[in-house]
């Protein structure tokens, strides 16, 4: 079983402010990271991922990769309130089989 | 447009009887996911499959039974429902490999065994 850990657990941010979500994982061999948003009542859907080492930036929202550290994270520039949901770090250990962490619930109040 | 589609929405099923929970997708993906949600436990994989006739066990394949008699459909199947197995059950498909890896999920399935 694929050890995912994610923090923190959920967080509260006013609007405007910068958010950073963070993912450790538990295996080096790893390729593939995806972060996942998941509405309340909502289908997790794919947000950001990443294939290499480094930095990967959409508009407000970045990704870096450290697979030396395995850590992954998701920073959120300018957090809206329609950014509010469950983020959730996903990772690839074996050609097949993607591995979800717990997610981070994130509140961004107006 | 590709999707997934898993029906029932909601079913209320008693203890002990069976429950199958069906899903089919227009991604002509190979692989297939059964995952349950969980509130703290996010989504936890319980069967796969890499194609027609082939069903994997996940993490937690205990109480379940998987079926994928076709590329487009795999159900998962709860012989004797339990109280434990109340949950919002996730389908997915998708295929790895680089930039194009993409993992589609249906809306899920939620489940209350009484």
């Known amino acids: 079983q694929q050890n995912v850990q994610q923090s923190p657990e959920s967080l509260i941010v006013p609007e405007g402010a910068r958010t950073s979500l963070n993912c450790t994982f538990s295996?080096?061999?790893?390729?593939y990271f995806w972060w996942y948003r998941q509405h309340s009542g909502k289908a997790p859907k794919a947000l950001m991922?990443?294939?290499?080492?480094g930095e990967k930036e959409e508009g407000r929202f970045t990704i870096h990769l450290n697979k030396a550290s395995l850590h992954f994270s998701l920073h959120i520039r300018d957090s809206q309130p329609s950014d509010s949901a469950l983020y959730l770090c996903?990772?690839?250990?074996?050609?097949?089989?993607?591995?979800f962490g717990s997610g981070t619930k994130l509140t961004v109040e107006p | 447009e590709a999707a997934v589609t898993q029906s029932p929405r909601n079913k209320v099923a008693v203890t002990g009887g069976k429950v199958t929970l069906s899903c089919n997708q227009t991604?002509?993906?190979?692989?297939m996911y059964w995952y349950r949600q969980d509130t703290g436990h996010g989504l936890r994989l319980i069967h796969y499959s890499y194609g027609a006739g082939s069903t994997e066990k996940g993490d937690i394949p205990d109480g379940y039974k998987a079926s994928r008699p076709s590329q487009e459909n795999f159900s998962l199947i709860l012989e004797l429902a339990t109280p434990s197995q109340t949950s919002v059950y996730f389908c997915?498909?998708?295929?790895?490999?680089?930039?194009?890896?993409?993992?589609?999920f249906g809306s899920g399935t939620r489940l209350l065994v009484i």
């Open positions: 997915a498909s998708g295929d790895a490999g680089g930039d194009n890896s993409d993992y589609t």
């Open positions: 991604n002509n993906h190979n692989n």
């Open positions: 295996d080096s061999a790893s390729q």
């Open positions: 991922s990443i294939f290499s080492n």
């Open positions: 996903a990772h690839l250990p074996n050609y097949n089989v993607l591995y």
